[in-house]
């Protein structure tokens, strides 16, 4: 089955430092990839897409980038700030479930200090 | 254009009570789903549904019942709550594999 691995947090850092948060996959078709940001007290809210290979999706400063050959999206950001502070989750859908099920990783904690 | 809200934000159930968790969307949203959100577990599918009067059981279903009789509301029941069932619940709906998150419902079990 299907099946999305981040890595464990939580990830602390300082302000303005870089971040990357690892994440690796398994599907039995052709994924759509997705990185959703939880800030504290509230509901998950999509960060950033990438639906086939070698798609780099970005926003807010962020990018991963869709590797097929190491079924990988990892989550980066070059210089990260206090507000960044928040669970990130990686996760699936894949083409062939046409009841569009997600499938999502663990979740892994940020906290930016100043 | 509230997107997807979840009703209500916060509960406290004594074991062997029921309740019902209404979650509602106001984009025209075919999919809707329920999950519950765990410490170190992330968010594990209970059921979803992929249109009006259809609905299908998802990674932990059991305990749990739903109904989408309406397009734009997927109901999430507990029959006869445990302490198990202590957790944040979370609606969504989706179009073209994108997902749409409401606030969340914290429920405690005693």
């Known amino acids: 089955g299907n099946s999305v691995t981040q890595m464990e947090g939580p990830v602390t850092l300082s302000e303005e430092a870089f971040l990357t948060i690892n994440c690796t996959y398994t599907?039995?078709?052709?994924?759509?990839l997705f990185w959703y940001v939880q800030y504290p007290g509230e509901g998950l809210q999509l960060l950033l897409k990438a639906t086939k290979a070698d798609d780099k999706g970005s926003n807010k400063g962020f990018e991963a980038t869709y590797r097929k050959e190491t079924t990988s999206f990892h989550l980066e950001k070059g210089s990260v700030q206090v507000s960044d502070s928040a669970v990130y989750f990686c996760a699936l859908i894949d083409s062939t479930d046409s009841w569009g099920k997600f499938q999502f990783g663990a979740g892994t904690q940020v906290v930016v200090t100043p | 254009n509230a997107g997807v809200t979840q009703t209500p934000k916060f509960r406290v159930l004594k074991t062997g009570q029921s309740m019902t968790l209404l979650c509602a969307q106001d984009?025209?949203?075919?999919?809707m789903y329920w999950y519950r959100q765990d410490p170190g577990m992330g968010l594990r599918l209970i059921h979803y549904?992929?249109?009006?009067?259809?609905?299908a059981k998802g990674e932990v279903p059991d305990g749990y019942n739903v109904s989408r009789l309406k397009k734009q509301n997927f109901l999430l029941g507990l029959e006869s709550a445990a302490p198990s069932q202590t957790s944040v619940y979370f609606c969504?709906?989706?179009?073209?594999?994108?997902?749409?998150f409401g606030p969340g419902t914290r429920l405690t079990v005693t």
């Open positions: 549904s992929v249109g009006e009067g259809t609905t």
């Open positions: 984009m025209n949203h075919e999919y």
């Open positions: 599907a039995t078709g052709y994924p759509s």
């Open positions: 969504a709906s989706s179009f073209y594999y994108e997902q749409y």
